[in-house]
C-alpha cells in the first residue's frame, strides 16, 4: 500500500477496531480520562489478531502497520470522533465516572474505611465482598480517591489528609509509641503514617548503646 494511501475497506476495519479498543477501556477503566497512543495501537493490534475475519465489510483483516493506524486514529481525532491531549486519546463522548451501581459500592467503601479512623482494614478484603475489581481500587488510588501509604493499608483522601494535620501539630519529637497511643491504632499503622508524613528516616530514633549514651553525656 502507498504511502499516503489507505484503502478504504482497510480505513474502515481500523476505525471500527480503533473504537471498540476504546470502549473496552473506558468499561474496563471508567476513572480513566484517556489512554497513550502507543497503548491503543497496542489494543488494536491485539483486537486485530484475536478477531478472526468474517464476510462483513468491517470483519475484515487489518493489514494496516502501525504508522498507517496511526494515521488512522489522527484522521478520526480531526472529525471529531475521538479527542487527543498530548499522547493520549479518548472517545468524545466518553464519561468518566462508575455506572451507579459501582459508584454506590465505592461509596459504602470509602465511608466504611473512614468509620475505621487511623485503623483501617485492608482494601481489597472489603472490596471483594462489596464486587469492586482491584481494577477500580487501582484508579481510586491513581486519582486520589485513595491513599496507600504502605502495603495493605489505604485511606480516603480526607482522612489521610486530616492526619497529615493532625501529625504535623503535634509538639516535640513523634515516635512510633507516642503516635499509636494518640491515634489509638496499631504499631503498623502509626509506622507507616509517620514514614509516609516525613519520610522513612522518622520512623524510629536512631538506636545507640547505653554506655555511647553515658560516655557523650561526660563529654
Do not use: C
Not at 482491584?134 to 489528609?161: E, F, H, K, M, N
Not at 486530616?162 to 504499631?187: F, K, N, Q
Amino acid at each position: 500500500m502507498t504511502i499516503g494511501a489507505i484503502d478504504p475497506d482497510q480505513r474502515h476495519v481500523a476505525e471500527r477496531l480503533v473504537l471498540l479498543a476504546l470502549r473496552r477501556f473506558h468499561r474496563e477503566q471508567p476513572l480513566s480520562v484517556d489512554l497513550r497512543m502507543d497503548g491503543l495501537v497496542s489494543r488494536v493490534s491485539e483486537l486485530a489478531e484475536r478477531r478472526p475475519p468474517s464476510r462483513h465489510r468491517g470483519g475484515a483483516q487489518l493489514d494496516l502497520g502501525e504508522a498507517e493506524l496511526r494515521r488512522v486514529i489522527d484522521d478520526l481525532v480531526t472529525a471529531g470522533t475521538l479527542v487527543r491531549n498530548g499522547r493520549r486519546i479518548r472517545l468524545a463522548d466518553a464519561e468518566t465516572e462508575l455506572a451507579p451501581e459501582m459508584a454506590e459500592r465505592v461509596s459504602t467503601l470509602l465511608d466504611g474505611l473512614r468509620a475505621a479512623g487511623a485503623t483501617p482494614p485492608r482494601v481489597d478484603g472489603i472490596a471483594s465482598r462489596l464486587g469492586i475489581p482491584p481494577t477500580v481500587i487501582d484508579q481510586l488510588r491513581t486519582g486520589g480517591q485513595l491513599r496507600q501509604i504502605a502495603p495493605g493499608i489505604d485511606y480516603p483522601a480526607d482522612v489521610w489528609s486530616a492526619l497529615r494535620v493532625r501529625v504535623a501539630g503535634m509538639p516535640g519529637t513523634i515516635s512510633i509509641g507516642r503516635l499509636r497511643d494518640e491515634l489509638r491504632t496499631t504499631r503498623r499503622h502509626a509506622e507507616a503514617i509517620i514514614a509516609a508524613s516525613h519520610g522513612p528516616q522518622a520512623t524510629r530514633p536512631r538506636y545507640r548503646p547505653r554506655s555511647q549514651r553515658d560516655r557523650r553525656a561526660v563529654r
